[in-house]
């Protein structure tokens, strides 16, 4: 391949500096323009308060073992510390723990209800067998839900598949598990930041993301992240997930992509023969022979494309709807846990990641104002304190409190949050006393970021975390649209390389190597044909 051959990567997210890495790796000469000053959207460093610096992502939980090992991000200065405790979840005056050492996770599981961990257990071994059965793989173009029947041959994984599609997380979990605990922690997985009720067809879906990320390992492949349990972190990240995206940067750089910032691609030019390239905001035009989207795909059609036809002919992508709020807490000290053996700490568990949501009644009440266009009179929570692991990111003395807070409705519009956030932030405040007992004590600054400002600052339409719901309707070849299972789009050398593609959302970076892919392999069909 030759470096005639040029592409350009709009947005420069997680996806789009791996898209772009992958890239240039591949000998194709490469672009990649994001809007705003720094790189990583959400998972990129950001100053909530002076001195107090992370990432609105708090977790690496997903990112992808295979782009972590070929871009060689530990090479290129990632670092992890790997604590025992990978999350901890609150029920009342118990705190469940999720250690590395599945015989601790056992013995808390059985802890609430007799003979519970088997039956976990074998949830677990059936959604990772079911996995692989499906065929699918995260590196592939999906097949539909009719074709991934087709392969099921056993009437037991049939039976499961179909319950999954069709049937609802509330019905699959309350058939196989008699605990409420064990039920709230595999939902907390299942539906994080969504607006998919758990009675809602379809909506234990997302428990097949990691029985296909394993399923989809080459032999000898690394699997200690795909098998971790309960999907906890594969490891706290020194200077949080933002060291993640500078890793990432730097193996892009060193593959040799040319990085703009601070300039967004106003459109995408076109010839009669399909893609000619990008116009920026600046009046720069940069030509190409292929154009990356990884962009949420209803901006792309609005404001990028000549005509939306341009994606899908006679497809108007939806615009998300999310209810995502960034809470930051400046604390003067570690909260207490309660609850905690005595051989955890305090500081083993927030180091990590704590989720706050007692019980399945609290996350479905949660979820259904969200749905009902309501700010939730309990939130869910998903919160760290990366300080910990990484003192610089706050003053010395002071610890920096990151909670990603759900059911926080973007559709009440800027003028409901610039009017209500402090009444939100202070409600959250009071779920956080519940659980963290002193914690408000602790707290000598606050910051936030409402739905409206995550949607303007980060490019989060609707302020939803994934581009598009990842429910059945809206997954397999149907991400976003069966015409895009092969990522590319209807005008010739346009392809999508986000979230909105497969596999979808959270941070693993599979969408933008996959596009990658994509281009490598189109340039060297045309290459061959000429």
């Not at 000898?220 to 971790?228: F, L, Q, R, T």
Request: net charge negative; charged share 20%; proline share 6%.
């Amino acid at each position: 391949m030759t470096q005639t051959q040029r592409a350009v990567v709009v947005g420069g997210g997680h996806n789009g500096i791996v898209c772009a890495a992958y890239l240039a790796l591949g000998g194709v000469e490469t672009v990649l323009v994001e809007k705003r000053d720094v790189l990583g959207g959400p998972a990129g460093s950001y100053e909530f308060m002076p001195g107090y610096r992370s990432a609105v992502t708090n977790s690496p939980g997903s990112l992808e073992g295979r782009v972590t090992a070929e871009l060689e991000l530990e090479r290129h200065g990632l670092k992890y510390v790997k604590p025992s405790v990978t999350v901890a979840q609150r029920f009342g005056e118990r705190t469940f723990l999720g250690f590395r050492d599945r015989a601790r996770i056992a013995e808390q599981i059985d802890a609430f209800s007799s003979g519970e961990y088997e039956r976990y257990r074998t949830l677990i071994d059936d959604l990772n067998a079911l996995g692989t059965a499906t065929g699918l793989s995260l590196w592939k173009q999906p097949d539909s839900i009719d074709a991934v029947r087709s392969r099921l041959t056993d009437s037991h994984q049939a039976r499961l598949f179909d319950e999954i599609i069709d049937g609802s997380l509330h019905d699959f979990l309350e058939n196989r598990l008699r605990a409420d605990e064990t039920r709230s922690i595999l939902t907390m997985l299942a539906l994080p930041g969504t607006l998919v009720s758990p009675r809602s067809p379809g909506s234990a879906l997302t428990l097949l993301m990691r029985p296909i990320s394993m399923a989809s390992l080459l032999p000898g492949e690394d699997d200690s992240a795909n098998s971790m349990p309960l999907r906890g972190s594969v490891g706290t990240p020194i200077g949080s997930m933002a060291a993640i995206i500078d890793a990432m940067t730097a193996a892009a750089v060193e593959a040799g992509v040319t990085i703009i910032t601070g300039t967004r691609v106003d459109h995408v030019l076109k010839s009669p023969s399909g893609v000619a390239g990008v116009l920026l905001s600046d009046g720069t035009t940069i030509e190409a022979d292929k154009v990356v989207s990884t962009i949420e795909p209803s901006l792309l059609q609005r404001q990028l494309l000549d005509d939306p036809d341009d994606l899908v002919p006679g497809f108007l992508a939806p615009k998300p709807k999310g209810a995502a709020f960034k809470l930051a807490l400046a604390l003067d000290g570690i909260p207490e846990v309660p609850g905690l053996p005595d051989d955890v700490s305090n500081v083993d568990v927030l180091g990590s990641q704590i989720r706050l949501a007692r019980s399945t009644e609290y996350i479905e009440a949660s979820i259904d104002a969200g749905i009902a266009g309501r700010a939730s009179e309990k939130p869910i929570m998903w919160a760290m304190i990366p300080s910990i692991v990484s003192p610089g990111l706050a003053p010395a003395g002071r610890h920096l409190f990151s909670v990603n807070v759900w059911h926080a409705p973007h559709e009440l519009g800027a003028e409901y949050w610039n009017t209500h956030r402090d009444e939100f932030v202070n409600r959250c405040l009071d779920v956080l006393e519940e659980e963290l007992p002193g914690i408000k004590n602790r707290v000598v600054d606050t910051s936030s970021l409402t739905p409206i400002e995550l949607e303007e600052e980060f490019g989060l339409t609707g302020s939803e975390i994934t581009h598009g719901e990842m429910t059945p309707e809206n997954f397999f070849d149907r991400r976003i649209h069966p015409s895009l299972a092969d990522r590319e789009a209807e005008l010739p050398g346009l392809y999508l390389g986000g979230s909105e593609s497969w596999p979808g959302g959270y941070v693993t970076g599979a969408p933008g190597r996959n596009a990658a892919h994509a281009v490598i392999r189109d340039f060297a069909r045309t290459l061959a044909e000429t």
